[in-house]
């Protein structure tokens, strides 16, 4: 029997309003927008982009808790692989997206950049250089 091949992964962020994290990855990074519960007023959400994909959910009472405010050695939530992080960091330069972090080479062997939404999480995009 040979190994089960695994396909995408698809991170879960807790937001504080669906509808703004729903136009920011539509209108600042290209998502689309896949899904949404209820559809006035979601408090469950899935925006992707090709493969890559996010749920987000709200619930009261509970606070968004990117890594980095748990952790100050860990910036990321999701690093989202791109085969080409250098045209996708123009096309939104073209939208006037404020990056987090520039397109660079970094230290530990990636091309990409940083980008952080309404809630504070970080996503990286990019690959292995």
Not at 89 to 99: H, I, M, T
């Amino acid at each position: 029997m040979s190994p089960a091949e695994l396909g995408a992964v698809s991170a879960c962020f807790i937001v504080s309003n669906v509808d703004r994290t729903l136009a920011f990855y539509k209108d600042e990074l290209g998502f689309e927008n896949r899904f949404r519960e209820p559809d006035a007023d979601p408090f469950f959400a899935i925006v992707g982009r090709d493969t890559a994909q996010l749920f987000v959910k709200a619930e009261r009472d509970v606070l968004p808790q990117p890594n980095h405010k748990r952790h100050k050695h860990m910036r990321w939530d999701a690093f989202v692989y791109v085969e080409d992080p250098d045209a996708y960091a123009a096309e939104l330069s073209g939208r006037g997206v404020e990056f987090g972090a520039p397109l660079k080479d970094t230290g530990d062997g990636l091309r990409g950049f940083e980008i952080r939404d309404p809630d504070g999480y970080v996503l990286f995009f990019g690959r292995p250089r």
